[in-house]
C-alpha cells in the first residue's frame, strides 16, 4: 500500500508570504531566506495534491493584495 503524501499550506513567520511543503518535511526555506520550522510555522491548511496547494495560495496572496490596496492588471 503506497503512503498518500499530503501537503501542508502555511505562513512565513519572517515575511507573511504563504508557502507548502510535504506535511512529513520540518523546515522550509522562504524566498525571504528565512528558514521556517513548521511546527513554529502558522498553518492554513493541508491538500493531497500540490496542484491545490499551488491553487490554494494563489487565492490567498490575490485576497492579501486586495486587502493592502494593490489592483491586478486585466
Do not use: D
Not at 13 to 28: P, V
Not at 39 to 63: D, F, N, S, V, Y
Request: aromatic share 10%; with cysteine; glycine share 6%.
Amino acid at each position: 500500500m503506497t503512503k498518500i503524501k499530503r501537503y501542508i499550506i502555511f505562513q512565513c513567520y519572517g515575511c507573511g508570504r504563504y508557502l507548502y511543503t510535504e506535511k512529513t518535511k520540518k523546515t522550509r526555506q522562504c524566498p525571504c531566506g528565512k528558514t521556517v520550522k513548521l511546527k513554529k510555522a502558522k498553518e492554513i491548511g493541508e491538500t493531497r495534491k500540490p496542484e491545490e496547494a499551488r491553487e490554494a495560495i494563489q487565492k490567498l496572496q490575490e485576497k492579501e493584495s486586495e486587502k493592502k490596496g494593490f489592483f491586478k492588471y486585466k
